[in-house]
């Protein structure tokens, strides 16, 4: 099932529970999506291209052989858009870099092909209600 990050308003209160149970919960919620056909193809894609290539929807699209309209069709048919698949990777990416290999928030920006450093907080913030570094110290004793 393809989580759907934008859409969930249901947020983890780490401060209601303990600290290991709260990070498998962020885990699990950043866990990479389970998806088949199109959407697998982009998932993998997407993740070969972390750190080192362009994320953008032009990008992955030619990569695939598609056009990028042809790429949002076939998505849009499985009810889920690149957006949504490109956040997930992301997300799950993010928590990785922060926690377990400690790049610095510049870097996980750069990595993440967002456009700076505010743009990944933000994005952070949205799928976790905790900016960048407060998840840092809360969960880095943990790993």
């Given at each position: ?26 885990l699990e919620k950043a866990r ?112």
């Amino acid at each position: 099932m393809i989580t759907k990050l934008n859409a969930q308003q249901e947020y983890i209160e780490p401060e209601k529970m303990d600290g290991a149970e709260a990070l498998d919960q962020y885990l699990e919620k950043a866990r990479l999506p389970d998806a088949i056909g199109v959407p697998a193809r982009v998932v993998e894609v997407l993740t070969s291209r972390i750190g080192h290539a362009p994320l953008s929807i032009s990008h992955i699209a030619e990569e695939l052989n598609f056009s990028k309209r042809t790429l949002q069709r076939r998505l849009q048919k499985q009810e889920v858009s690149f957006a949504e698949l490109r956040d997930q990777v992301r997300f799950h990416y993010s928590i990785d870099y922060l926690i377990r290999q400690h790049m610095s928030i510049d870097n996980i920006s750069a990595a993440l092909d967002f456009s700076d450093r505010t743009s990944f907080t933000n994005a952070f913030k949205r799928w976790t209600n905790l900016s960048p570094s407060t998840f840092r110290k809360l969960f880095r004793d943990y790993v």
